[in-house]
């Protein structure tokens, strides 16, 4: 679906906090998973909000997917949301899930809420027991609150090889109310389009029921976290939450409501801005790539050729040495399995042409030098088969990707 918002009633904040939307809370702490880094955090509604998830296509998912896609779908209401760092609690058998199920518990019980209203999320080294001691003991001294240090402590504790935080925040109106949405993420290895080990939270304080909230949520993830990757690999506890509050009354929204297309323009531009910052932070990167297609035969031929592009290692290894070797592009292209005509494609890397209608362009070995290296780098593809457009996001692979993931776990 392609909807887009009026400029001046569409406007990027400056505080990215993901407790700017009315009625949201956050805490972060370390509480001693990891040796000293931030490793525990909530955030808070202060009302039962509707609520939205999408999460890994890994078949192998850990304990806290279980009880948050329980609230997600069942319940179709969350309240808050803990989230460890230091430990995924993935691969871990029944006292993995006895050990989500009791954060869970420990969480509503400090907040003085239902227990089915409370999601979970972990994120760091798989097929270890969680130490339940620190975490226990932590989730009683967490205090949530709506200020921006809050916020920050939140971000931080749910970082793992994460070099930055990632935030967020828009305004939109709506019913000509002002509507509020922020989001927070990490992610920086094993991100492999179709989600990897990323957790994403956005709060509104939109009014939409949840069942629509979802439907929209799913519809622009497959444009947003879906058209990322920085290594290919898939994690087992990816999950993206949407919470939605209500507290900026107004009418509920629907796909009819006059000022859709308002909320869904939001929602899918703090979605891909979250996406992109993944990308751009992936482990060792230096360089976010973004590849465009467009003359597909179709919307969705034209975003797995974008995903096969900018997956590549040879294109990502190509984009980290600077090297100008567009035959990595157009192999690339060629094995996407969409229908392509090697006699119509175009090639073009920051404006500069490499091929056109398939035949190779003089270009300027040091003008492309200087655009690749730049810290953001565009690979343009026109198939010129159909009317199919399409975007990916992913990041050079570099010696530190190598160095960082061989000692993991030390």
């Not at 871990?92 to 199920?101: E, H, I, L, P, S």
Request: charged fraction near 20%.
């Amino acid at each position: 679906m392609t909807l887009t918002a009026s400029t001046n009633v569409m406007k990027k904040l400056s505080s990215k906090n993901i407790v700017s939307p009315k009625g949201f809370k956050a805490a972060g702490m370390h509480c001693g998973l990891k040796h000293k880094k931030k490793d525990l955090a909530v955030l808070v509604s202060d009302v039962p909000a509707s609520v939205a998830g999408v999460f890994t296509t890994n078949a192998v998912q850990a304990a806290p997917l279980k009880v948050t896609k329980e609230v997600v779908y069942t319940t179709k209401k969350m309240q808050a949301m803990i989230v460890n760092s230091g430990n995924a609690n993935a691969c871990t058998g029944k006292q993995g899930v006895k050990d989500a199920q009791m954060m869970q518990f420990l969480t509503a019980e400090k907040l003085g809420i239902d227990a089915n209203l409370v999601g979970v999320c972990s994120t760091g080294v798989i097929g270890e027991i969680i130490n339940m001691a620190p975490v226990s003991s932590g989730i009683a001294q967490l205090e949530p609150l709506d200020s921006l240090e809050s916020a920050i402590d939140f971000a931080q504790a749910i970082m793992t090889t994460d070099t930055v935080m990632k935030n967020t925040s828009y305004s939109t109106i709506i019913d000509g109310k002002e509507v509020v949405m922020a989001g927070v993420a990490k992610g920086s290895g094993m991100i492999e389009p179709n989600m990897a080990t990323m957790l994403g939270f956005i709060t509104t304080d939109a009014n939409i029921e949840s069942d629509v909230l979802q439907a929209a949520l799913s519809e622009i993830t497959n444009l947003t976290f879906n058209a990322i990757t920085v290594d290919g690999d898939t994690s087992t506890n990816d999950t993206v939450v949407v919470m939605a509050n209500g507290l900026a009354g107004n009418e509920p929204l629907t796909p009819v409501h006059p000022d859709w297309k308002n909320f869904y323009y939001t929602l899918k531009t703090v979605a891909q801005d979250l996406a992109k910052m993944i990308a751009k932070d992936g482990e060792g990167a230096t360089k976010l790539i973004e590849v465009e297609v467009d003359g597909a035969i179709s919307d969705e031929e034209a975003l797995k050729i974008a995903k096969t592009v900018v997956g590549s290692p040879l294109v990502k290894t190509a984009v980290f040495g600077c090297d100008a070797n567009w035959g990595r592009i157009i192999c690339a292209v060629g094995y996407s399995g969409a229908t392509v005509d090697p006699d119509k494609i175009t090639i073009k890397i920051g404006g500069a042409t490499m091929v056109e209608n398939g035949e190779p362009i003089k270009f300027s070995e040091d003008e492309l030098i200087q655009i690749l290296k730049m810290h953001e780098v565009k690979i343009y593809v026109s198939l010129g088969v159909g009317e199919g457009h399409g975007h990916a996001w992913g990041c050079d692979l570099t010696y530190d990707y190598v160095q960082i993931n061989a000692s993991y776990r030390s």
